[in-house]
């Protein structure tokens, strides 16, 4: 189910004690085995050893910023900052949340490291609390998750060994694309609905019920338990001096399969994708971007490389799309998914969403109208940078990307042509419409 | 009343801009009404109307700005720099004068919110926005007798039409804030306006 890919000077290797190489998953030898020690209790505390607690607030603020730990919920925000910006907080005040929503239908990292080392979230969540001074730790993990996960049973039984100096609850988040942003995850775990709150204050101010509130993405936090017990040093091995550390990453492949990979920064994406049967990629999930699987070829995984030319590792989701597929028909239904997933709270989300979605199908769609492209420019250009949250932004960064790299195929499509031969969908996109329920 | 001559052209241009303003508020007030609703005009996609809002706003600033300046360079009545913003302290027309000051004041700090709104929270730029209702009045009457262009003729027609339009607009807006959808239900229905969702009865 995971395969572990390091960077190319980095060969497959048996983990050396808890330090080796893959750092998050269990090795592949273990999957097989239910006891593998991400899952397992005393396996795991015989390979890492009890939670590394430093006994005062703010010691591993520093190793954090010596690591160079960056977000991995996608948009690779410095970890020290958030730290040190909820640590200013009276001791005891401030709120810690794990956030495993996980709303990127193309995305399931989260979730396989929920399945595949729950320790190292849990460790990380009271490191970070700790860290902070934190008097409160919340799990905020998707609700579909809950009978695939054994969460219920991991925390008694960390209590039976002494672990969590917190307690920690669980809140169980709605399965929708919003529910992880920041400000409708401090909504939703105050008891509101999940959806993105206008901002300021920024949640590290004023988050849970009113609290300075430290979010972070349960892979940054699993990061964060390492880089306490091997250190800021052990953390560079791996990735590049400015994006150091591996990553998560879930693959689909042209041919349909899809793993969660830990990847070193820094790694080529033909080593991560197979680009023989594919077209275009897409990086960084639906509010990522597409490239042309040649261009793709000649890239590593590392915002310093996907940045300038428009797009970022985000979450790390990369997608092969086939060349049997139309990547207007992926990109037509990945946009009327987006637009449903707006909370119609900001008029240009609400408004501007789905009349781009609408100018996208009629595009994906046998000789569109010769006005729809230009729509579209003056559409995405009206709802940029308007939103209380980045959901217009990331939809028009995802759809000016698709305009850019299916050129040819627009021009077929005018023809009344398309050059997929099978309509057989390929990206995941949650069937049904919302209502309000959904929301929390 | 005499010609346009050098010493009465900035008095004439104050009477003139002051005219054009009211239409544009007037305007940008609807327009405002229709964007809080969601409302369309003909010939424009939804979210253009916010961009219209904004621009015709922008436009009503310049014009207020002229308006303001050339009323107080001119030398037929004396009104002074402070008379712009401190209300009921000018010599000539103090109270009429005043209310454009009022005015004036409450639009300036509608502006300078909504400049800012990234930076002060929806909450404060949302209670701040409400005070275009205020302004707008306070401007309908300073604009009626601060001069006595309006209280007669043609203009007085346009005046009339303004306030109509103001109240019409704002009818259609409580109507609608009684009628409208529930935020959740607002994407899928326009969705389906747009044929890429089945409406709500066909699920």
């Known amino acids: ?440 | 009343m005499s010609g346009i001559t050098s010493t009465t052209a900035l008095w004439y241009a104050s009477r003139a801009t002051g005219v054009v303003s009211l239409i544009l508020l007037s305007a940008v007030m609807i327009i405002g009404m229709l964007v809080n609703r969601q409302g369309r005009l003909p010939g424009l996609p939804r979210f253009a109307v916010l961009g219209l809002h904004r621009n015709l706003s922008l436009l009503a600033v310049a014009f207020v700005a002229v308006h303001v300046l050339t009323a107080v360079t001119d030398s037929f009545v004396s009104i002074s720099l402070a008379a712009i913003v401190i209300p009921f302290i000018s010599s000539y027309e103090p109270l009429w004068l005043g209310l454009g000051a009022v005015s004036l004041d409450l639009m300036a700090a509608v502006i300078v919110t909504s400049l800012l709104r990234r930076h002060i929270g929806r909450r404060v730029w949302r209670a701040v926005h409400w005070l275009a209702y205020a302004s707008w009045p306070v401007a309908v009457v300073h604009s009626i007798y601060s001069s006595h262009d309006m209280q007669s003729g043609p203009l007085l027609y346009l005046g009339l039409v303004c306030i109509a339009a103001v109240l019409g607009a704002l009818g259609w807006r409580l109507i609608r804030a009684r009628t409208g959808l529930p935020r959740a239900d607002r994407v899928p229905q326009l969705m389906a306006d747009r044929g890429l969702l089945a409406r709500a009865g066909d699920r």
């Open chain 1, 1 to 440: 189910m995971s395969p572990v890919i390091a960077g190319a000077t980095q060969a497959r290797q048996a983990p050396a004690g808890g330090g080796g190489f893959p750092r998050l998953l269990p090795p592949p030898t273990h999957l097989p085995n239910p006891s593998s020690p991400g899952a397992d209790l005393r396996a795991y505390l015989g390979l890492h050893g009890p939670v590394p607690y430093r006994d005062s607030a703010g010691a591993l603020i520093g190793e954090v910023r010596a690591a160079g730990l960056t977000g991995r919920g996608g948009a690779a925000f410095p970890v020290h900052r958030k730290l040190e910006a909820v640590a200013a907080a009276r001791p005891g005040r401030a709120i810690v949340v794990g956030n495993a929503a996980e709303g990127e239908p193309a995305s399931h990292k989260d979730e396989a490291l929920l399945f595949l080392a729950p320790h190292l979230i849990l460790d990380g969540l009271q490191l970070a609390a700790e860290a902070v001074g934190a008097g409160r730790a919340v799990l905020y993990v998707r609700g579909d998750l809950r009978a695939r996960t054994r969460l219920d049973d991991y925390l008694p039984e960390r209590d039976a060994y002494g672990l969590d100096r917190l307690p920690v609850e669980i809140v169980w988040s709605p399965h929708r694309f919003l529910a992880g942003e920041e400000s409708a995850l401090a909504s939703r775990v105050s008891g509101g609905p999940a959806v993105p709150q206008f901002t300021p204050p920024r949640v590290f101010e004023r988050g849970v019920d009113g609290r300075p509130t430290l979010v972070q993405n349960v892979e940054t936090l699993a990061h964060l338990a390492l880089i306490a017990r091997y250190g800021p040093g052990w953390f560079r091995a791996l990735g590049t001096p400015d994006e150091p550390g591996s990553m998560l990453c879930t693959l689909r492949q042209a041919s349909g399969s899809v793993d969660v990979a830990e990847a070193a920064i820094g790694t080529p994406l033909a080593t991560l994708l197979d680009l023989s049967a594919a077209g275009a990629v897409l990086v960084g999930g639906y509010h990522g971007a597409w490239l042309p699987a040649a261009q793709a070829a000649g890239l590593t995984l590392s915002n310093a490389q996907l940045r300038p030319i428009g797009a970022f590792t985000g979450a790390g989701v990369l997608a092969a799309l086939p060349t049997d597929r139309c990547g207007l028909i992926e990109s037509a239904r990945v946009a009327r998914y987006l637009a449903l997933e707006s909370a119609g709270q900001c008029g240009p989300c609400l408004n501007g969403l789905p009349s781009i979605a609408a100018a996208m199908a009629e595009l994906a769609d046998n000789r569109p109208h010769p006005r729809v492209l230009d729509d579209l420019g003056r559409w995405a250009g009206l709802v940029e940078g308007r939103g209380a949250c980045h959901h217009p932004d990331g939809t028009v960064r995802f759809l000016r990307s698709a305009l850019r790299v299916f050129g040819p195929e627009i021009r077929l499509h005018q023809q009344g042509r398309c050059s997929a031969a099978t309509a057989r969908p390929f990206l995941p996109v949650p069937a049904g419409p919302s209502t309000e329920a959904d929301w929390s």
